[in-house]
C-alpha cells in the first residue's frame, strides 16, 4: 500500500474542481476514491440528551477523510466505554465531497521516460476531504449531565486528530 503524504500537503481550501455524477462521461474525476467513514451517527440517536457538545474549527482548512474516520473512532471508543451504548450520540457533521489529486513525479534514474512533468497534470485521484469554513460544527456529542466531563474529553481527543485549531462549546439542549 502506498504511504500517505502529510495533512499540511493538502490543508489549503482549493477550488473544488471535483465534480462527481452518476453518468462517467460527465465526472471531471474518473474515480472516486472510497470514503473511510464508516458511521457518521453512532450511539442512542433516539434519545433527546440535555447537553450538547460542539467540536468547531477556527480556520478555514480541508480535512482528510482519514482523519475524520480517526477522530470518531477514537472518540467513539471512549464514550462507549465510560457511558455505555446507550448513554450518548455523536454526529459527524462534515462530508468529504473534495476529491484529492497527486501528480506522481518519479525520481531518479529512468524518471524520463516515465513522468511527463507538469504537462497534463491533473492528477490521479487518492483521497477525499471535507471543506470546512472558519467556525463550522465538525463534530457535535450529546450526553446528560452525569457524562458531560467524558463527553469533553472526547471532544479533545477529536480535537487532537484534526489538522487544524479547534474550539470545543458546552451547550444545553431545549
Known amino acids: 500500500m502506498a504511504k500517505l503524504r502529510k495533512a499540511v500537503s493538502y490543508r489549503k481550501v482549493e477550488r473544488p474542481y471535483t465534480r462527481k455524477s452518476k453518468y462517467r462521461k460527465q465526472n ?8 473511510l467513514i464508516v458511521k457518521y451517527d453512532m ?20 480535512v482528510r477523510h482519514n482523519a475524520l474516520e480517526a477522530a470518531r473512532k477514537s ?7 465510560k457511558t455505555g451504548k446507550v448513554g450518548y450520540k455523536i454526529k459527524i457533521r462534515v462530508f468529504p465531497h473534495h476529491i ?18 507538469m504537462k497534463k497534470s491533473f492528477g490521479k485521484p487518492i483521497g477525499l476531504a ?9 463534530f457535535e456529542l450529546h450526553v446528560d ?3 458531560l466531563e467524558t ?13 487544524c485549531r479547534c474550539q470545543i462549546t458546552v451547550n444545553k439542549n431545549e
Open 130 to 138: 471535507a471543506q470546512v469554513r472558519e467556525g463550522q460544527t465538525l
Open 151 to 163: 463527553a469533553k474529553i472526547a471532544a479533545k481527543r477529536v480535537a487532537a486528530k484534526m489538522p
Open 28 to 35: 471531471f474525476v474518473r474515480a472516486t476514491p472510497q470514503n
Open 75 to 81: 472518540s467513539n471508543r471512549m464514550l462507549e466505554k
Open 145 to 147: 449531565k452525569p457524562n
Open 100 to 117: 484529492l489529486r497527486e501528480n506522481p513525479v518519479a525520481t531518479g534514474a529512468g524518471a524520463d521516460r516515465m513522468s511527463t512533468g
Open 43 to 62: 450511539g442512542n440517536l433516539k434519545k433527546k440528551f440535555a447537553y450538547r457538545v460542539d467540536v468547531n474549527s477556527k480556520e478555514k482548512i480541508q
